[in-house]
């Protein structure tokens, strides 16, 4: 055999060799990064989440405000009662517009008086509960040290649109300090970006009391905890579901979403139409698969938001499934008017 294959056949072995042992290190660093994630995440929850199982019950009084589509500023207030996971209410209040949650062992109801919260106001019960649900679970991909004081995660893409979530966490006292989640905005996913300020003591927890949220680095809004008190013997009242409430399941593991099986398109207003529009509509898909309580969550504009409500109130669906049983469950739906169509 010559001096010159030996080499390569050599070159060859010593560069698979690098090749494998390269696969391995990345394989050991993105175990690493998921392992590192996951007990931050854990250890954060133990510190912030006053709605864990044996947390006690607490009342809750928040004032918010964000800007309005004319760029005016609104305000608003959003109270939560706690008591268990089968026993709560939240009420959020935007000038005259009101929305009530109520939460029992098996159902939940949904409360209003048929007009619609702007938007930015409907994000106050996600922000203020500041964990992901303990069903979703996120592949991580990578982390990074922005400054001293913080670590940060960032997940893989997932969906059509590349979805990617990231949370931020305190070196020093180990709280939630940030979370980045996706958000649609027409055919593009904005960055909906929340950060968790001013940690306070609250029995044996650690929640804040300023939070704000930002849209692709822009201003959506901000919130304050104004009390943050124990609630041991609320009147009971308070989760009684009146009359007229709409009733939504509850599931304990993760539901089948519901699915669109009849989507008729929407009539395009005459002479409107030079360019794309997108709306947006939040409904309730009940257990026989109608839509129900359908309302405008991002406008695109005053005819377009009549056609699309009047098309969707025409579609069908199969319901969300829990347990292999039907439920009724909420949704969002966007509807997109084309110059081509």
């Excluded at 203020?128 to 990578?142: L, Y």
């Excluded at 070196?171 to 960055?191: E, F, Y």
């Excluded at 292999?324 to 008017?337: D, K």
Aim: glycine fraction near 6%; charge should be positive.
């Amino acid at each position: 055999m010559s001096r010159r294959l030996r080499f390569m056949i050599r070159f060859r072995r010593t560069a698979s060799s690098l090749m494998l042992l390269a696969l391995f290190v990345d394989a050991a660093a993105a175990d690493d990064v998921q392992k590192t994630a996951e007990e931050m995440m854990e250890r954060a929850r133990q510190l912030s989440d006053i709605r864990s199982p044996n947390a006690p019950g607490f009342r809750m009084n928040v004032t918010f405000s964000f800007i309005g589509k004319d760029l005016e500023t609104l305000q608003g207030t959003y109270t939560e009662v706690w008591m268990s996971n089968s026993q709560w209410r939240r009420e959020t209040v935007v000038g005259d517009l009101r929305q009530i949650e109520i939460g029992g062992p098996a159902s939940r109801w949904l409360v209003d008086d048929g007009k619609d919260l702007p938007e930015p106001a409907t994000h106050i019960p996600t922000l203020v509960q500041m964990f992901p649900s303990r069903n979703t679970k996120f592949e991580f991909k990578s982390s990074w040290i922005p400054n001293s004081t913080k670590q940060c995660f960032l997940s893989k893409a997932v969906g059509e649109k590349h979805q990617r979530h990231a949370f931020c966490f305190d070196n020093d006292h180990h709280v939630l300090a940030r979370s980045d989640s996706p958000q649609s905005v027409g055919d593009r996913v904005a960055d909906y970006a929340c950060d968790y300020n001013q940690f306070a003591k609250f029995g044996d927890y650690w929640f804040p009391r300023q939070m704000e949220c930002r849209v692709n680095g822009h201003r959506q809004i901000e919130a304050k905890v104004v009390d943050l008190s124990p609630a041991s013997s609320p009147d009971s009242g308070l989760f009684k579901p009146p009359d007229g409430a709409l009733e939504m399941g509850v599931c304990p593991a993760n539901p089948l979403s519901p699915k669109a099986i009849s989507t008729p398109d929407p009539s395009v207003p005459r002479g409107m139409l030079e360019r794309q529009v997108s709306v947006s509509i939040w409904m309730i898909v009940d257990i026989n698969g109608k839509p129900q309580d359908l309302k405008v969550s991002r406008s695109g504009g005053k005819e377009f938001d009549r056609s699309a409500l009047e098309a969707v109130r025409g579609w069908r669906f199969k319901p969300a499934i829990c347990n292999g049983q039907p439920i009724s469950a909420h949704i969002n739906v966007e509807i997109r008017f084309s110059p081509h169509r």
